[in-house]
């Protein structure tokens, strides 16, 4: 194979950068010796594996919808946005929400199907920081200790049968990582639940890095990296081999180095340093999420989310605060306090020492997927607020993983990812009635079997 038409290939895979035209690349791959089903693999990776990576929004080509119902929850944090709304609609146009308030205060133009639960309950969409079932389950490689050339959007299958199960549990956006048996094992994709082709369903790939200290990382097999000194020390040396690579290019792109060679090893840590991406850290116990603090937003200022934060974490609550670190926690939800004798919600000690961005997930398959919202009903079982914890379904996460411009509240040009169920999701008596995804319905009891 032609060299440059190789580094070329790859990093248009990689980086989403340099898009050849269909003409352009046809004519590329024609004019280098390439087997027969090599050419087919290029052109498949050349055109899926790049096109996503641009976060495509899944496009509605259905009449636009107006729903009528009950009552809405808005998890809105526009201050000119009410929080509750009775006998509210929902206009629905392009797969966006076009507008949002009292049935009395907004007309519903013409041409415009509706909707109508009466009796029903209207949220966002439920989002999960932490979940496994996006696609295939081959989600560690577990040779080298540290894998940030790795990434997971080429095993996503769209609408999967886990996925459908989510979705009549009220779940539109999930946190689709790798595994976590090694301290870095790559990056993980921010995506919708619903059908779809790859463009359609990607919110954004890549979405986060997964990084896991202690437990499950700890092989003990005798190489560096299998025990906690050895963790720190290859996540660190690994950090400041991507940092000094993105501040090549930054030097280069602000006009002050010469262009270094592209080492598509590293290339994903340009939005990672950049801070347009988050960290996702599979961390608990106090002493380890103590190192995740001190190294990865302390040492490297990266935007992190702590995401498990179990067992005695929590004591760490206000250094979390202070930091306006996400906490998202799952799937264990309470600890026994051995300080003072009793069991003790997780979610309501992180609130209690003032973490504002808190959420709950499933580690899915962990605790099943559809299951998000029972997370956030044992949490309240235990302490945490009612009201916080919708929001901790809904726009917290949304916020932890830099996406509540597009999802987790229902405003105005976000993407309409709605959930309609009997009542207040946090009461497990209740269910869910229908779905929205990007403004199509997806699930609709009505129509479907109910699952829950």
């Not at 996006?134 to 577990?142: I, P, Q, Y």
């Not at 603090?293 to 605060?321: C, P, Q, S």
């Amino acid at each position: 194979m032609n060299h440059s038409f190789k580094c070329r290939t790859s990093f248009l895979c990689v980086t989403g950068k340099n898009i050849l035209s269909r003409a352009q690349m046809n004519h590329s791959l024609l004019n280098v010796g390439l087997h027969p089903m090599q050419r087919c693999l290029l052109i498949f990776l050349a055109v899926t594996g790049v096109s996503f990576l641009s976060g495509l929004s899944l496009t509605s080509a259905s009449e636009p919808i107006a729903i009528k119902v009950g009552k809405i929850l808005t998890c809105s944090d526009n201050p000119e946005m009410p929080e509750f709304i009775a006998d509210g609609v929902i206009l629905i146009r392009d797969g966006k929400i076009e507008a949002i308030g009292a049935q009395s205060d907004i007309a519903i133009p013409e041409g415009y199907q509706v909707v109508e639960h009466p009796e029903g309950f209207a949220m966002p969409g439920l989002v999960d920081c932490h979940s496994h079932v996006g696609g295939t389950s081959d989600l560690n490689e577990m040779v080298y200790p540290t894998n940030p050339e790795l990434r997971n959007w080429d095993q996503i299958v769209p609408h999967n049968q886990r996925l459908k199960f989510a979705i009549a549990g009220g779940i539109t956006t999930v946190c689709f990582i790798p595994g976590s048996g090694t301290n870095m094992g790559g990056f993980g994709t921010l995506m919708k639940t619903g059908p779809g082709t790859l463009n359609e369903v990607i919110i954004r790939a890549p979405g986060v890095l997964k990084i896991a200290q202690a437990g499950n990382p700890e092989r003990q097999t005798g190489e560096i990296g299998s025990g906690r000194m050895g963790m720190n020390y290859v996540l660190r040396q690994q950090l400041l081999e991507g940092q000094m690579y993105v501040r090549q290019w930054d030097d280069f792109e602000n006009g002050l180095a010469p262009k270094p060679e592209v080492n598509l090893r590293l290339e994903y840590f340009k939005p990672l340093f950049r801070r347009e991406i988050p960290v996702a850290v599979h961390t608990q116990q106090y002493q380890v999420v103590m190192a995740t603090i001190r190294m990865l937003h302390d040492e490297f200022n990266l935007k992190i989310l702590i995401d498990h934060g179990t067992f005695d974490a929590y004591h760490l609550g206000e250094e979390l605060a202070k930091r306006d670190i996400p906490v998202i926690v799952g799937p264990r939800g309470f600890w026994l306090d051995r300080e003072v004798g009793q069991m003790t919600g997780i979610v309501a000690e992180y609130e209690k020492r003032g973490v504002k961005i808190l959420g709950v997930n499933t580690d899915a398959p962990v605790i099943p997927q559809e299951d998000l919202s029972f997370q956030a009903t044992m949490a309240v079982r235990l302490g945490w607020s009612d009201e916080r914890a919708i929001r901790g379904l809904t726009i917290e996460p949304a916020k932890a993983l830099m996406i509540e411009d597009r999802v987790g509240s229902l405003d105005p040009g976000k993407d309409a990812d709605i959930v309609i169920s009997t009542g207040s999701i946090i009461d497990p008596r209740n269910y869910v009635t229908q779905v929205f995804i990007n403004g199509k319905s997806v699930y609709d009891i009505k129509v479907d079997k109910r699952l829950f």
